[in-house]
């Protein structure tokens, strides 16, 4: 049985906590605020961890000041912020479709932002914020052509998923064909874009994803009551007083406006969105409740995944500038090569276990 805690108020309220995803919660966070240290020092002009920090509490010299305040927090911030997105709405969508393949790159909701963000830079030559606008309109619309396109007197997740793939190869047949009619200067802008990278942010990034995640995030982890009752089935969860078509929708648009604003953000970085919610199961399930061949029963474990994400995107962008000598790669590049790994290890998972 798993470890709970039961926390009561004076006023009758009460609380039950999971020892073991509190604690794995505060380990993920520990990591993120960690690498986060790690890679504000990192650069042309390396900068102590003990100086950072200082810096950060307001006693650096005016030099570290512009480079830690000005030049690297705003890419830190921006990368814990579309990872914290990217995990949580993965954890949403394999939720909602009881799949661990349900993420939204495979779901094309990657591929839909970049269709916007592609027609902004090929069509109309479109600035940074334009095409940012580009994409998040991409990636709502994509969201939306899924979602009516699955629905048949409800939504179900095989369906959601199979819809998905389809309409995901469509939007990348989509993506090729305005490469082919972009001049070599609008390719070569929009093929960067496409990699998915924290390059060149700053804080007129951060500030709408904070906007964003400060409204949806409580929103989301105020409806994880619902979505685990969802997991026993919609006719049990009817009849414990979940109204199972409105939660779904409800989360479903949280979970394409996080995805949707982290990839107008940095570009679609790669499989973090897949993987953060299996790797924050994995931790968080004892493996007395794992299903066959180890892999983690269903759950929502939305807080987990929030923080596996955030973790996962700064050591990877960490990993992006120092791993590889002078050449920084761009963290998709790191996040497509490791996440890509994973898929393949969860589908001969999946098949050992009979489940595909």
């Known amino acids: 049985m798993r470890n709970h805690r039961v926390l009561r108020a004076p006023g009758g309220l009460s609380l039950r906590l999971d020892v073991r995803a509190v604690t794995v919660v505060v380990l993920l966070l520990l990591a993120a605020l960690a690498a986060s240290v790690v890679l504000i020092g990192t650069g042309d002009f390396p900068i102590p961890a003990g100086d950072v920090v200082r810096t950060l509490l307001g006693?650096?010299?005016?030099?570290?000041?512009?480079?830690?305040?000005?030049?690297?927090?705003?890419?830190?911030?921006?990368?814990?912020?579309?990872?914290?997105s990217l995990g949580l709405g993965g954890a949403l969508f394999q939720a909602v479709t009881r799949n661990p393949l349900g993420s939204p790159d495979v779901l094309g909701l990657g591929q839909g932002a970049t269709a916007g963000a592609l027609v902004m830079i090929v069509l109309f030559s479109g600035s940074a914020a334009q095409v940012t606008l580009g994409a998040l309109v991409g990636g709502l619309a994509t969201g939306l052509a899924i979602y009516l396109l699955a629905w048949k007197r409800g939504v179900h997740g095989y369906r959601l998923v199979l819809v998905g793939i389809g309409v995901s190869a469509i939007v990348t047949a989509v993506n090729g064909y305005l490469l082919t009619v972009s001049d070599i200067v609008d390719a070569a802008r929009a093929l960067v874009w496409m990699t998915g990278s924290l390059n060149g942010r700053d804080w007129e990034q951060v500030w709408p994803l904070l906007g964003v995640c400060a409204v949806l995030?409580?929103?989301?982890?105020?409806?994880?009551?619902?979505?685990?009752?969802?997991?026993?089935?919609?006719?049990?969860?009817?009849?414990l007083g979940v109204r199972v078509e409105r939660v779904r929708a409800l989360l479903m648009v949280a979970a394409v406006l996080l995805v949707a604003t982290a990839t107008a953000a940095a570009g679609p970085v790669g499989f973090v969105s897949l993987t953060a919610p299996q790797l924050a199961r994995r931790l968080t399930l004892p493996r007395c409740l794992k299903g066959a061949g180890g892999a983690p029963?269903?759950?929502?474990?939305?807080?987990?995944?929030?923080?596996?994400?955030?973790?996962?995107?700064?050591?990877?962008?960490?990993?992006?500038?120092?791993?590889?000598?002078?050449?920084?790669?761009?963290?998709?590049?790191?996040?497509?090569?490791?996440?890509?790994?994973?898929?393949?290890?969860?589908?001969?998972?999946e098949r050992r276990a009979g489940r595909i």
């Open 59 to 84: 006693e650096g010299n005016s030099g570290q000041e512009f480079i830690v305040n000005e030049l690297r927090l705003p890419r830190v911030l921006v990368g814990l912020l579309v990872g914290a």
């Open 217 to 239: 995030v409580p929103l989301v982890l105020a409806g994880g009551r619902g979505l685990r009752m969802m997991e026993m089935g919609d006719d049990v969860a009817g009849a």
């Open 297 to 349: 029963m269903p759950g929502p474990n939305l807080l987990p995944s929030l923080c596996m994400g955030a973790a996962l995107l700064v050591t990877a962008d960490w990993a992006s500038q120092r791993a590889f000598g002078a050449d920084q790669l761009p963290v998709g590049v790191v996040t497509g090569v490791l996440g890509g790994a994973y898929l393949l290890w969860l589908l001969v998972a």
